[in-house]
Antibody
Framework: EVRLLESGGGLVQPGGSLRLSCAASGFTFSGYAMSWVRQAPGKGLEWVSTISSTGGYTYYADSVKGRFTFSRDNSKNTLYLQMNSLRAEDTAVYYC?????????????WGQGTLVTVSS | QSVLTQPPSVSGAPGQRVTISCTGSSSNIVATYDVHWYQQLPGTAPKLLIYGNTNRPSGVPDRFSGSKSGTSASLAITGLQAEDEADYYCQSYDSSLSAVVFGGGTKLTVL
């Protein structure tokens, strides 16, 4: 059974930093690209970032480029999202998700999400 | 403002058929990028419903179907059930933005 478990969310002041983690199990982690998607309270889904299976390639939404860094440790089956210079508009539930396969943006498994609140 | 446009809401009675549209442009849907659909039940994470325009993952009932033509894609739900009440999102890739994009979401109400 595929399982994705996010952690690391919480309350942070504007300009602060936070690191999210996502522990994966139930599939060959090193064989798949992975993504982060966020959802602001009462709003729709917003793609944040995608990382290749090896971690050699990363892609970011313009809204987070230069502030967020997506990485993975295939030896630990874990993803990391380092978020710096946080803004109020980064407040959202952050989901990690498994990409269905190479060359597709579809996400076939999602974690339960972790809430990040940026507020003073 | 989402790059992919969905109606904010649709509704239907139990047993009926409803469709949800997702309208794009030459840099996403028309550019042959695949469209995917997600269902998000209240208080839960999204679930993949349709991938690659028309394909259902294992376990998704065949009441759900997807199609794509020209500048838009559609999700059809037949035999509407109360448990289908949820938010639905389309997703694709936009070459102008070099980004994965989601539609704004459609709230389905089962009357």
């Amino acid at each position: 059974e595929v399982r994705l478990l996010e952690s690391g969310g919480g309350l942070v002041q504007p300009g602060g930093s936070l690191r999210l983690s996502c522990a994966a199990s139930g599939f060959t982690f090193s064989g798949y690209a992975m993504s982060w998607v966020r959802q602001a309270p009462g709003k729709g889904l917003e793609w944040v970032s995608t990382i290749s299976s090896t971690g050699g390639y990363t892609y970011y939404a313009d809204s987070v480029k230069g502030r967020f860094t997506f990485s993975r440790d295939n030896s630990k089956n874990t993803l990391y999202l380092q978020m710096n210079s946080l803004r109020a508009e980064d407040t959202a539930v952050y989901y990690c998700a498994k990409n269905l396969g190479a060359g597709t943006a579809s996400l076939d498994f999602w974690g339960q999400g972790t809430l990040v609140t940026v507020s003073s | 403002q989402s790059v992919l446009t969905q109606p904010p809401s649709v509704s239907g009675a139990p047993g009926q058929r409803v469709t949800i549209s997702c309208t794009g442009s030459s840099s996403n849907i028309v550019a042959t990028y695949d469209v995917h659909w997600y269902q998000q039940l209240p208080g839960t994470a999204p679930k993949l419903l349709i991938y690659g325009n028309t394909n259902r993952p294992s376990g998704v009932p065949d009441r759900f179907s997807g199609s794509k033509s020209g500048t838009s894609a559609s999700l059809a739900i037949t035999g509407l059930q109360a448990e289908d009440e949820a938010d639905y999102y389309c997703q694709s890739y936009d070459s102008s933005l070099s980004a994965v994009v989601f539609g704004g979401g459609t709230k389905l109400t089962v009357l």
